[in-house]
């Protein structure tokens, strides 16, 4: 049962204009979500995070948004860049439930960004 | 400051083998979790351990096992392997139990034939 769902497997975006990457969550006890990016033959990178007490993260070019009312989060990438073409997890934990730390992964996104 | 470590990178096993994966955690970290990268199925959490004891558990089947040292390396166990086991095996580690950043190593590949 995939908790966490990034409905696009791949998204394409010209150098210079936003890259959002989205992502679905259905378990309700979820209160903290993080993003990492993956090159290939590379572990994940932690990128961003946010806590569900807040609804925007912002970390240079990367910008988390949180709608917790829609179980939604996306991630902004103002302005792409070729080296940000990478895959991207989506992650949520229920850090005061009994599952604690686990993270739940969604499947990823392959972002391609074109010169 | 090293990061995590997997070995080996790389791992070739014949179906009803076992195998046995290792992970040298950042220095000072004590949680160490293991996830399962597969094309079709994104990453899943295996199990957690945190000062030598498992505190969460994925849902995978008994094959899959672990363990953690008192200087918090870690080892995961899969017994009679099946070609579906064929996988990218990720570790984690955290400062702390609950401590959502985690830092991956890069991984072992393993693959069943």
């Known amino acids: 049962d995939q908790q966490v769902k990034q409905n696009s497997p791949s998204l394409s975006v010209q150098e210079g204009r936003i890259s959002i990457l989205n992502c679905d969550y259905t378990?309700?006890?979820?209160?903290?979500f993080l993003w990492y990016k993956k090159y290939p033959a590379e572990g994940p990178t932690f990128l961003i995070s946010i806590s569900s007490i807040k609804d925007k993260n912002e970390d240079g070019r990367f910008t988390v948004f949180l709608n917790k009312s829609a179980k939604h989060l996306s991630l902004h990438i103002v302005p792409s860049q070729p080296g940000d073409s990478a895959v991207y997890f989506c992650?949520?934990?229920?850090?005061?439930?009994?599952?604690?730390?686990?993270?739940?992964f969604g499947k990823g996104t392959s972002l391609l960004v074109t010169p | 400051k090293a990061g995590v470590t997997q070995t080996p990178r790389y791992l070739i096993k014949t179906r009803g083998q076992q195998v046995t994966l290792s992970c040298s955690p950042i220095?000072?970290?004590?949680?160490v979790s293991w996830y399962q990268q597969t094309p079709g199925q994104g990453l899943q959490f295996l199990f957690e351990?945190?000062?030598?004891?498992?505190?969460n558990k994925g849902n995978f089947p008994g094959r899959f096992s672990g363990r953690q040292f008192s200087n918090s390396r870690s080892e995961m166990n899969v017994s009679t392997l099946e070609l579906g086991d064929s996988a990218l095996y990720l570790c984690?580690?955290?400062?702390?139990?609950?401590?959502?950043?985690?830092?991956f190593g890069q991984g072992t590949r393993l693959t069943v034939v």
């Open positions: 220095s000072g970290h004590r949680s």
């Open positions: 351990y945190f000062s030598e004891t498992q505190r």
């Open positions: 992650a949520a934990s229920a850090r005061n439930s009994n599952s604690g730390y686990a993270l739940n």
């Open positions: 378990n309700s006890m979820f209160d903290y």
């Open positions: 984690a580690s955290s400062l702390r139990l609950s401590n959502t950043e985690a830092f």
